[in-house]
């Protein structure tokens, strides 16, 4: 079936350490993009990408990094400038010509201690 | 810049009522709205994607509507069950871009369904 792979499920950092979420899709998808999403709040952009090796920063990069080698694949790591990480962290992919459809995969917690 | 509200944040109801959740943005230079379904601990999955063209979509027991000018679109869910309990997210893309990666969301109403 295909889809949209987040890994882990749950994850415990200590402060000042850097985490990275996976993403892997199988939709053959051009565009991937990082959503974080606090509670009783809508999701706010971090990074999205339309193509290999390229992306572009969204409402709220600061302290966040990304890279884009495969298609398949947009990992996304929360540095220790991230000064408030804990959140719920989205992943999801669309055709570029399939405009504003999104596929979202099942998400990663992330809670620093 | 756009704002995407949603009214009430939380709603209970019991089963079986056909219940209106609503969605109001503040500019109406839309390209699409989109509706979505989100369970606890879940991702978001798409129930309905209008375009601006559009007057209204339907899907099963749903069926959402759209009025540009007012900024305002509503998902109706008819005889609802406990299984629609969940977060229903609309969002909103600017037509100045059509791109997805400018979704502006809305923060989401809880829909509980009491058996």
């Known amino acids: 079936d295909g889809g949209i792979t987040q890994s882990p499920k749950y994850l415990f950092r200590k402060e000042g350490q850097n985490v990275t979420l996976s993403c892997e899709q199988n939709?053959?998808?051009?565009?991937m993009y990082w959503y974080r999403q606090d509670p009783g709040q809508g999701l706010r952009l971090i990074y999205y990408s339309q193509i290999v090796n390229d992306f572009q920063k969204g409402d709220i990069a600061e302290g966040y990094s990304v890279s884009r080698e495969k298609k398949e694949s947009f990992p996304l790591t929360v540095t220790s400038a991230q000064k408030n990480p804990t959140a719920f962290y989205l992943c999801?992919?669309?055709?570029?010509?399939?405009?504003?459809?999104?596929?979202f995969g099942e998400g990663s917690r992330l809670t620093v201690l | 810049k756009q704002e995407v509200t949603q009214i009430p944040a939380a709603l209970s109801v019991p089963e079986g009522e056909n219940l209106v959740l609503n969605c109001s943005f503040t500019?109406?230079?839309?390209?699409?709205l989109q509706w979505f379904r989100q369970d606890p601990g879940k991702g978001l999955t798409s129930l309905l994607l209008?375009?601006?063209?559009?007057r209204e979509q339907t899907s099963g027991r749903l069926n959402a509507s759209l009025d540009k000018s007012s900024g305002r679109s509503t998902l109706y869910i008819a005889a609802s069950q406990p299984g629609d309990s969940a977060t229903y997210l609309c969002?909103?893309?600017?037509?100045?871009?059509?791109?997805?990666?400018?979704?502006?969301f809305g923060s989401g109403t809880q829909l509980t369904v009491l058996p």
């Open positions: 939709l053959n998808h051009d565009a």
């Open positions: 999801a992919s669309s055709t570029l010509s399939g405009v504003g459809e999104l596929f």
């Open positions: 969002a909103v893309t600017p037509i100045s871009s059509g791109s997805a990666r400018q979704l502006t």
């Open positions: 209008i375009q601006s063209s559009q």
């Open positions: 500019d109406s230079a839309i390209y699409n």
